[in-house]
C-alpha cells in the first residue's frame, strides 16, 4: 500500500523553491525524486552520456538529433532504453533475431541501481521515453506496425528478469499522448511522420490514420507488458516487489468562454488528448468521442484485447505542466 502510495506521488514534481520548504510540509509517504534520461526532448538533449560506446545502436532520437532537430544536442547519450537498442541490433536474418542482450548494458543498470540502493534511494525505472530503436523504425516502421507489441514484451522481460528483484517502480511508457502528436500528427517530434494540413515538414506518415494506430499499438504493448509481469513476476512476491503502470500527459482543458461550443469542444479535447489512453485503460475501449470522429481509422479492440488494456495498471502518472484554454474550431 504505501509502496503504491511513492509510485503515485513520486512522478514529475517541479518545485520553483523561491520560499522556504521543508521535509515536514509534505506527508510522510511523499518521495522526491530525480531522473537520468537517455536523449529524450529539446530540454534535455544531453543526459546520461556514452551514446556511441560498448555496442550500443542509435535511437530515432540520435537520428533526430544528428539531422539537426535537437538544437542543444551532445555527443553523449544512453538509457535504460540501451537494452532495447542492444538487443535488436540488426543481425543475418538467418540468424534469430531479438535474442541478443548487451552484457554491458545489463551490467551498466546493475551498478547503478545497486548503488542507488546502497544510498537509501529507491530504483524506479522507465522502460521507454519515445526513443525506439531506430532499427526497428527501419525495420518495419516502429511504432506504426503491430509487430512492435511483441519485441517490446520481450525487452520488459529481459528488464524484469535482470533487474526486477530491485526495482520498486516500473512505468512503462512516458508520455504515449504526446509520443501520438509529437511524432506521428504534427510529426515535430522523432520518428517525424506527419502529413499536411496538420504536419508539413514529414517526408512520411499520415496525420489523418496514424496517431491511432500508434496510440493502439503502446497500449497494447503496455498492456502485454503489464500482462507479463503480473503474471510471471508479480506473483514471486519474495523475488520481485514492483509495481507498474504507465504516465501520461495532462495539460488539463478547460473551455475559453463558457458558450456550448466551447463546453463541448473541452470534453472533446479532453477525449482526444487523454481518454485516447486512459479510457481503453480503465473501461477497456476507447472513448466514444475518439471513435465517433476518427470511425475506421481509429482500431477497435477484440474482446480479448479489450480485457488485457482494461485495468493494466497499479498505479497511473499523470505529467501535468499547465492548464489549457480550449476553444470550438
Ligand atoms: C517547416 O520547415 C520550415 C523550414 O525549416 C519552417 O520554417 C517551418 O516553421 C516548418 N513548419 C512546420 C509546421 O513545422
Ligand atoms: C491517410 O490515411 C487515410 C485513411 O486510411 C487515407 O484516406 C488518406 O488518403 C491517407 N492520406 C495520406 C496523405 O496518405
Ligand atoms: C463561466 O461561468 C462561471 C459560472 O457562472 C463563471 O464563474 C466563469 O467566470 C465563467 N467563465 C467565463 C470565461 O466567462
Known amino acids: 500500500m504505501w509502496l503504491r502510495l511513492y509510485c503515485l506521488l513520486n512522478l514529475a514534481v517541479l518545485v520553483f523553491c523561491t520560499d522556504k520548504y521543508s521535509r515536514e510540509d509534505f506527508p510522510p509517504g511523499f518521495i522526491f525524486g530525480i531522473n537520468s534520461l537517455p536523449l529524450q526532448n529539446y530540454w534535455t538533449c544531453k543526459a546520461e552520456g556514452a551514446a556511441n560506446e560498448d555496442g550500443r545502436s542509435p535511437s530515432v532520437w540520435d537520428t533526430f538529433a544528428h539531422e539537426g532537430g535537437c538544437p542543444t544536442h551532445g555527443q553523449n547519450r544512453v538509457g535504460c532504453i540501451q537494452i532495447f537498442y542492444l538487443m535488436v541490433k540488426t543481425y543475418p536474418k538467418w540468424k534469430r533475431k531479438y535474442q541478443i542482450i548487451n552484457p554491458k548494458g545489463l551490467l551498466y543498470y546493475n551498478i547503478l541501481i545497486n548503488e542507488l540502493i546502497s544510498h537509501g534511494i529507491q530504483a524506479h525505472v522507465m522502460l521507454f521515453h519515445f526513443d525506439h530503436p531506430q532499427a526497428l523504425e527501419d525495420e518495419y516502421g516502429g511504432w506504426v506496425s503491430r509487430k512492435i507489441v511483441k519485441d517490446f514484451a520481450y525487452y520488459a522481460d529481459v528488464c524484469f528478469r535482470e533487474f526486477g528483484d530491485r526495482v520498486a517502480c516500473w512505468t ?49 504493448a503496455h498492456a502485454s507488458t503489464v500482462r507479463l509481469y503480473r503474471e510471471n513476476y508479480q506473483v514471486m ?74 485495468g493494466a495498471f497499479d498505479f497511473l502518472g499523470l505529467n501535468h505542466y499547465s492548464t489549457d484554454y480550449v476553444t470550438d474550431n
Open 237 to 310: 512476491q519474495d523475488k520481485q516487489l514492483g509495481f507498474i503502470g504507465l504516465n501520461f500527459f495532462v495539460s488539463w482543458p478547460i473551455p475559453l468562454t463558457n458558450s456550448t461550443e466551447d463546453t463541448i469542444a473541452t470534453r472533446r479535447a479532453l477525449d482526444f488528448l487523454i481518454g485516447l489512453i486512459l479510457n481503453p485503460l480503465v473501461f477497456g475501449d476507447n472513448p466514444y468521442a475518439v471513435k465517433n470522429n476518427a470511425g475506421l481509422r481509429l482500431p477497435a479492440f477484440s474482446d480479448y484485447e479489450s480485457k488485457q488494456v482494461k
Open 172 to 220: 512503462t511508457l512516458n508520455g504515449p499522448n504526446v509520443d501520438v502528436l509529437g511524432g506521428y500528427d504534427t510529426g515535430h517530434l522523432p520518428p517525424e511522420r506527419c502529413s499536411p494540413p496538420f504536419g508539413l515538414n514529414c517526408t512520411k506518415g499520415n496525420s489523418s490514420s496514424e496517431p491511432y494506430l500508434v496510440a493502439h499499438h503502446l497500449l497494447l
